[in-house]
């Protein structure tokens, strides 16, 4: 069976070998984002000059024999909560509307080192808050799959993109599932690093103790090629601690033959009959390659959606007040006094469910709830993080569905936000405990929407999942990827 092929490396061939010119790739790409994305409302902004200027640029290094990196004249998306100098960055949100940045995000600047092809900034739930991309004040991106369906969220914009191939890869952020989930939902692979692995510095803050800035991409492969490259020990944010020297390229193909592969019964509660199915069938795949199944509990796994809430909101409502209609963004046109100003610009430039964090947060967070909300929140993540810590005692890696459920319909989320709440249940405990999770596509429901699943591994184990996550790839690719037949035909 033929080794599933890397799309970053066959392009980087074509490019190198002269097949194609990184020109003639990038206008490939952005005919085909002219073409697809009115429908797909993937991208809020295309920036074809930047990509254009970068195209020729890299033509005139392979005309002159240079040593390119992977990565070089390879058209890609950054999230718009990704800083990038002199472009708009606007997290989608109207607060944040005609905000260029005066500085790049670390992450863009080794991209952008490595020769990366900015095809344009792409949707996202307004500040990252959200499941369905649906609160961005563009309207949400839709499903390549199926445009009655979301893309997921936050970072949908990214996975709709990469999923619908106008984009070959993107980088996301995910606080409590934003890479994973849209990935999931579009069928592709989303990688939410280790909590410091990737710098932060320049992405637009939702919950600074959570949120990490990952690849969404079509292959395991070009996951471990964007993660290696971002994956730099930054200065700039105090968090920062890099990869640690680990190339997860260099085991991605390593044998799994004795490997524990954990799963927790928890996990399997009140999901989906489907993606349960999908799960244990996943369990056979990696049977049959070696690996040993190993259950084991995970009790604090149910505290974890009232704690995410909690801390995060609490997190939001700090970072969020840095919008007072003075330094960034939106100011309202008329009001009476200064007071008056930053409380309309507030309330006229904050989305209903922005709004709705900051106030539970600031709620968690006053003198007299304190210690019944935020402190015991704080004690049981530390239950949390040593429930996970026990189980990595047992086990290399843990499975677990990505999504108790595949892609809802558009408009739901939107209806009873609440509801959607509860579908981060997968996804959230792996941020509060600052633990690497990758998703891959491991099935499809009745309706043909992808279900996808994560492994899950140790602090700054990225190298161990990537690899158990490529061999799954490896044996399952013909019947789990399919393509949603939109965008540039690879
Ligand atoms: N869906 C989760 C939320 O609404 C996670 C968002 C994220 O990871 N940015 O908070």
Redesign the pocket.
Same mark, same amino acid.
């Given at each position: 069976m033929a080794e599933v092929k890397s799309r970053i490396r066959t392009l980087h061939t074509m490019l190198t070998d002269k097949e194609i010119s990184c020109k003639e790739l990038t206008e490939t790409y952005l005919r085909s984002i002219a073409e697809v994305n009115k429908n797909l409302n993937a991208y809020v902004n295309v920036t074809e000059d930047v990509a254009l200027t970068t195209a020729e640029k890299i033509d005139k290094q392979i005309a002159s024999g240079e040593n390119l990196p992977l990565l070089a004249g390879i058209p890609m998306t950054l999230k718009d909560n990704i800083s990038t100098n002199g472009i708009e960055t606007t997290c989608c949100s109207k607060i944040l509307q005609g905000y260029k940045p005066i500085y790049n995000a670390t992450v863009w600047n080794i991209l952008q080192n490595n020769g990366a092809v900015l095809l344009g900034k792409t949707n996202m $739930?307004e500040f #990252?808050? /959200? !499941?369905s991309c649906e609160t961005s004040c563009f309207g949400g991106a839709k499903n390549p799959h199926n445009l009655g369906y979301v893309a997921g /969220?936050?970072s949908g914009g990214v996975a709709s993109a990469v999923g619908g191939n106008i984009a070959v890869y993107g980088l996301g952020? $995910?606080?409590?599932? !934003?890479i994973r989930?849209p990935a999931s939902f579009c069928g592709i692979v989303g990688l939410k690093p280790t909590y410091g692995s990737v710098s932060r510095y320049g992405l637009i803050a939702?919950a600074s103790g959570f949120d990490q800035i990952g690849p969404i991409t079509t292959t395991v492969e070009d996951t471990a090629i964007v993660y290696d490259t971002i994956s730099e020990y930054d200065i700039m944010d105090s968090t920062s601690q890099g990869n640690k020297g680990v190339k997860t390229l260099d085991t991605l193909r390593n044998d799994i033959k004795g490997m524990k592969i954990g799963i927790a019964k928890e996990y399997l509660e009140g999901i989906r009959e489907d993606v349960k199915e999908a799960i244990l069938n996943a369990c056979k795949v990696y049977e049959s390659l070696g690996a040993e199944i190993v259950y084991f509990d995970l009790p604090a796994l149910k505290y974890s959606l009232p704690v995410y809430y909690i801390l #995060?909101c609490a997190e939001a409502s700090s970072n969020l007040g840095r919008y007072d209609g003075i330094r960034y963004g939106y100011k309202t046109p008329s009001y009476r006094d200064v007071n008056d100003m930053i409380c309309k610009t507030r309330s006229e430039g904050f989305g209903s469910e922005v709004k709705r964090r900051i106030m539970l947060g600031t709620y968690v967070l006053s003198a007299g709830y304190y210690d019944a909300y935020y402190k015991k929140a704080q004690n049981l993540r530390g239950t949390i993080v040593r429930e996970f810590k026990n189980a990595f005692e047992k086990v290399d890696v843990i499975l677990a569905p990505t999504v108790p459920m595949t892609a809802f319909e558009t408009g739901k989320a939107v209806s009873d936000p609440i509801e959607t709440?509860l579908t981060?249940i997968c996804t959230v405990p792996i941020n509060i405990a600052g633990l690497p999770a990758v998703s891959v596509p491991c099935g499809f429901d009745g309706k043909g929407m992808p279900i996808g699943m994560q492994l899950i591994g140790k602090n700054f184990d990225e190298a161990k999942i990537l690899n158990v996550a490529w061999q799954y790839e490896n044996v399952t690719h013909d019947t789990m990827f399919r393509s949603a037949e939109m965008g540039v035909k690879s």
């Open positions: $739930d #990252a808050m /959200g !499941s /969220g936050s952020s $995910d606080t409590g599932g !934003s989930q939702y #995060a709440y981060d």
